[in-house]
């Protein structure tokens, strides 16, 4: 994986050495290794021709970083006290990175994460450590994610640059839905649908393309939404609203539904939504029947994902995977082949010459794979815009899908319910934590029912964090909402 520039933008001559190397080099012989081990420790049940995980990803990795955040929303997972837990200090954070590089191999997702380190580093003082803590994740050759709701970076937009300039930050999750209580001109108690919010994902959308116009570098977001009772029916608005401007689905690659879990904080609706609802409403939005299980990221009952081709200028879409099963024998031999391959845009350019390089590499699958892909964009489903920008190379990727995260019951009934224990052991969503001197890869599930409270616990005694820099918040009543 070529790691993404933090240091100013590519230089003519070292962009087209990267895009070689890219060429001739598409996977890493590490990645290669990580990958098979994670593949061998899989369910035999779970090894399916469409498996993602142990051919394309281990797993997406996560830090434990500051746990403070300045929004009171409906729907936390963390503990009560989150807000009155000290920041880790930089070397225990690099110390995290480096524990989750080992486990993930090189080019690995790796989620910059806590409560809101934006606004926790921001707000203490401490903004130039979130910027060496971008930095080094790419540094040790991990694509970093920072995760936030926004609201520093949209009232400090010279925070976000210096992150992007100097951290090299090129990913921002970042999460907009009516469970959140902070936002500051969108009071939780009158915002009645999620239209209400559209205007807060433009600015988002507003704010990256400003930065990207003047930094030169690439800034994309993905959608982190919550579904409860009271927005589910809003969410195929939600996904029509980044359809309706190929612009914004350039901007936001991902849009990311979670069906709410009842963990940590959360006033849990009294008629909880299923995933197969959530899925129903996604299907809805694309105005699609997508299925389900095209590609399986994990175990099928914790996600759910599809891929849209978008066609621009014209906005025209169509699923980027065939809804076949006959389809699925071809992607086993693909991700079984070429999996470990990354596409992650960075500044050199090189995804597309490590695709090159890579079916240079099996000249017969890659016919085989071309041959059917052409049949399907060429089929009378698919608009003509489609094949038309393919070829001009105008078209993205919008992945739409579904992370089902586990109630604290559930999780805490493992042991005994092999249903439960089957999906943590294939978790995709895994941050590295330190027991007993030993590191281990944690479920976000498990962290939601136990972990975080153990992690509190240990920075609450330790005297060295109280002495540095923190931002500490009072107690606050969570929002009064009538829960349907």
């Not at 790691?3 to 962009?15: E, F, I, M, N, W």
């Not at 009071?187 to 919010?197: S, T």
């Not at 988002?204 to 400003?210: K, Q």
């Not at 609802?277 to 694309?286: A, L, M, S």
Request: aromatic content about 8%; overall charge positive.
């Amino acid at each position: 994986m070529v790691s993404l520039a933090h240091d100013g933008p590519v230089q003519k001559q070292s962009r087209w050495q990267k895009r070689w190397q890219a060429f001739r080099y598409p996977i890493v012989e590490e990645k290669a290794r990580v990958l098979k081990e994670r593949w061998e420790s899989l369910p035999p049940e779970l090894q399916t021709n469409n498996q993602i995980s142990g051919r394309h990803l281990t797993h997406c990795g996560f830090t434990l970083g500051a746990s403070y955040c300045s929004f009171h929303c409906t729907h936390c997972y963390l503990p009560k006290n989150a807000n009155a837990i000290p920041i880790p200090s930089l070397e225990q954070v690099k110390e995290q990175i480096d524990a989750n590089r080992r486990f993930q191999g090189p080019g690995g997702g790796l989620q910059i994460t806590g409560g809101d380190v934006a606004d926790a580093y921001w707000k203490s003082g401490r903004a130039d450590e979130l910027v060496e803590i971008i930095r080094y994740a790419y540094s040790v050759g991990s694509i970093p994610m920072l995760m936030t709701h926004g609201q520093t970076l949209i009232e400090q937009p010279r925070f976000l640059e210096r992150l992007v300039v100097e951290g090299g930050l090129r990913q921002i999750s970042v999460h907009v839905d009516l469970t959140q209580a902070g936002r500051h001109g969108y009071p939780i108690g009158r915002i009645k649908c999620e239209a209400d919010l559209h205007a807060v994902r433009q600015a988002f959308t507003d704010l990256a393309l400003r930065i990207r116009e003047k930094t030169g570098f690439i800034l994309e977001y993905a959608l982190s939404f919550t579904v409860t009772r009271r927005n589910i029916d809003d969410v195929p608005e939600v996904i029509r609203w980044y359809l309706a401007d190929p612009q914004r689905s350039y901007i936001w690659r991902m849009l990311s539904f979670q069906p709410e879990a009842d963990t940590g904080r959360t006033i849990f609706s009294q008629r909880p939504i299923t995933s197969a609802d959530v899925w129903e409403k996604i299907c809805e939005g694309v105005g699609l029947r997508l299925r389900r299980d095209v590609s399986i990221f994990g175990h099928p009952d914790c996600n759910s994902w599809a891929s849209l081709l978008i066609a621009r200028p014209s906005g025209k879409y169509f699923p980027l995977l065939p809804d076949d099963p006959k389809f699925d024998a071809l992607l086993g031999e693909v991700l079984a082949k070429i999996g470990g391959l990354s596409l992650v845009n960075d500044d050199a350019g090189t995804p597309a010459y490590r695709l090159a390089g890579v079916l240079f590499q099996h000249p017969i699958l890659a016919a085989r794979l071309i041959s059917q892909m052409l049949r399907y964009v060429t089929s009378r489903k698919a608009p003509r815009e489609i094949l038309q920008s393919l070829l001009r190379g105008q078209v993205h990727t919008l992945g739409v899908g579904m992370h089902n995260f586990m109630d604290a019951k559930q999780v805490a009934q493992a042991a005994v319910d092999p249903v439960i224990k089957a999906r943590l052991d294939s978790c995709v969503f895994k941050g590295a934590v330190k027991r007993n001197g030993h590191w281990e890869a944690v479920p976000m599930c498990s962290m939601n029912q136990q972990t975080w409270a153990e992690v509190y616990d240990t920075r609450l005694q330790d005297p060295e964090l109280l002495k540095q820099p923190q931002v500490y918040a009072p107690a606050q009543a969570e929002p009064a909402l009538p829960i349907t």
